[in-house]
């Protein structure tokens, strides 16, 4: 399978099975939209002739001989060889954690998938009993994986920071005698953060996700506080001073959403980056498309143009030797994914888990209190086999509407919790998503071509 597509100028063609892009002018672009696999010896002598606006007949033979010397060397028209690493896959160790210390919030975002925090519960902090638990589950369920990660989520989890730090001090107690290191990371919305947490989570926290929409005026608009007021004011210099002292080679970014409120996000990437924020997300919220802010088809339009002209700007700075990186435009072309990656994405139920502040065990984070998906408790350390398997068995191609998606390789067929709460089926990617997604690769795409192609 190929994917052709034009934009700014250049003629790309993927390959989707090696996931090789060719820029291509625009007879051998035209050429290869013609051909289907297995290619003859020589070019079609109909060919001559339909592609004769583009090239003499002596240019589309040799074109033709370059297009064919790529399919030789699988770099063109490749059969997808995932079948077999597919059928390899199964159950594995547990090797990361959504550990989420608080089902609580000093916010009330509208858009909140969590319920503003108590994910339809009831309002709890994680005891520290619940938290040191949970750290040995991991250590318990990880088999012979060194390398664990555990995110500190919620709600806030910097309103529970006290067991925070304990559940820290207690995996780093465990790593010599268990032959572990843990990775941790903490999302948070930045109102509690001070210069004690900030020094700690500098030390400790491999990554930190920092959550701000953007402009005053977009974050003002759905992140506020419990009395109404918006939160951009008291939030934007603390993490302006978490960022400022972070050693470079530690990860972080910031994070902000984009509903039909600010389908101009280009301009809060721009802001952000004006604060001093060079590691940028700020991500399309899922909905119930009966709300006011949601993300409808009618938008799509609109959003594609503003990816396009997001990634014309990041193009524009990257090449005035700004680092400023965008969440979903980052792609690797020369190495990408591993075959697992592509075929499975997260590793959510098999790989990774959540676990409430009743110590109960889920599949991720955005499945914690939905029926029927409890996998276990940290207090009997159980686990739900039959959940595992199923999501140990869920990939890409267990996606029948993914076969035919030429970027099925990149997204891997979607978030499951997001396909099943809006298609009722975690095989079943949600469409919105799916086109959303496809846009951004290929903008990711773009952009990569345009910075090759600059002169050294």
């Known amino acids: 399978m190929i994917h052709r597509y034009q934009l700014r100028g250049f003629n790309i063609v993927l390959d989707v099975g090696s996931g090789a892009v060719h820029l291509f002018d625009e007879l051998s672009y035209h050429l290869v939209g013609t051909l289907t696999p297995p290619l003859p010896d ?88 619940v938290g040191l638990k949970a750290i040995d589950y991991l250590i318990a369920h990880s088999g012979n994986r060194h390398n664990l990660e555990v995110d500190f989520f919620g709600g806030e989890p910097l309103m529970n920071w006290e067991v925070v730090e304990e559940v820290v001090r207690y995996a780093r107690s465990k790593e010599a005698a268990c032959n572990k290191n843990f990775r941790f990371t903490v999302t948070t919305n930045g109102l509690l953060l001070d210069e004690e947490k900030i020094d700690f989570i500098n030390r400790e926290m491999s990554n930190v996700v920092l959550s701000i929409d953007g402009r005053r005026e977009v974050h003002d608009k759905l992140r506020v506080t419990a009395n109404g007021k918006g939160s951009y004011d008291l939030i934007l210099p603390k993490m ?125 984070h955005q499945f914690v209190g939905l ?26 191609l267990s996606k029948p509407d993914c076969s035919a998606c030429w970027a099925k390789f990149y997204c891997s067929g979607g978030c499951s919790a997001q396909n099943f709460q809006r298609e009722g089926d975690i095989r079943k990617p949600h469409t919105i998503a799916c086109d959303l997604e496809r846009k951004r690769v290929e903008c990711a795409i773009m952009i990569q071509a345009a910075l090759a192609s600059d002169p050294e």
């Open 42 to 129: 020589r070019v079609p002598e109909a060919l001559l002739g339909q592609l004769a606006a583009y090239g003499a007949p002596d240019e589309i033979r040799e074109a033709y001989a370059e297009i064919r010397s790529l399919a030789e060397q699988g770099e063109l028209f490749t059969d997808d060889s995932y079948a077999e690493c597919a059928d390899m896959l199964g159950m594995a160790p547990i090797k990361a954690m959504c550990l989420h210390i608080a089902h609580d919030c000093n916010l009330r975002c509208d858009y909140c998938f969590a319920s503003t925090g108590d994910y339809k519960g009831g309002r709890a902090l994680m005891s520290r009993e």
């Open 371 to 396: 029926d029927g998906w409890k996998m276990g408790s940290v207090f009997d350390g159980s686990c739900d086999e039959k959940i595992k398997a199923t999501f140990a068995h869920t990939h890409v």
């Open 240 to 364: 302006q001073q978490l960022v400022a002292a972070r050693d470079r080679d530690k990860d972080y970014y910031v994070r902000g959403t984009f509903t039909k409120y600010n389908l101009d996000f280009a301009n809060d990437v721009l802001h952000l980056r004006e604060q001093g924020f060079d590691q940028i997300s700020v991500e399309p919220v899922v909905s119930d498309p009966e709300l006011s802010y949601a993300i409808t088809e009618e938008d799509l339009p609109t959003i594609y143009a503003e990816y396009e002209r997001l990634a014309d700007l990041l193009i524009e700075r990257r090449r005035a030797g700004d680092t400023i990186n965008f969440f979903h435009f980052m792609i690797d072309l020369s190495q990408g994914p591993c075959a697992i990656k592509r075929l499975r994405g997260c590793g959510c139920g098999n790989e990774y888990v959540a676990i409430t502040p009743q110590g109960d065990v889920y599949p991720c």
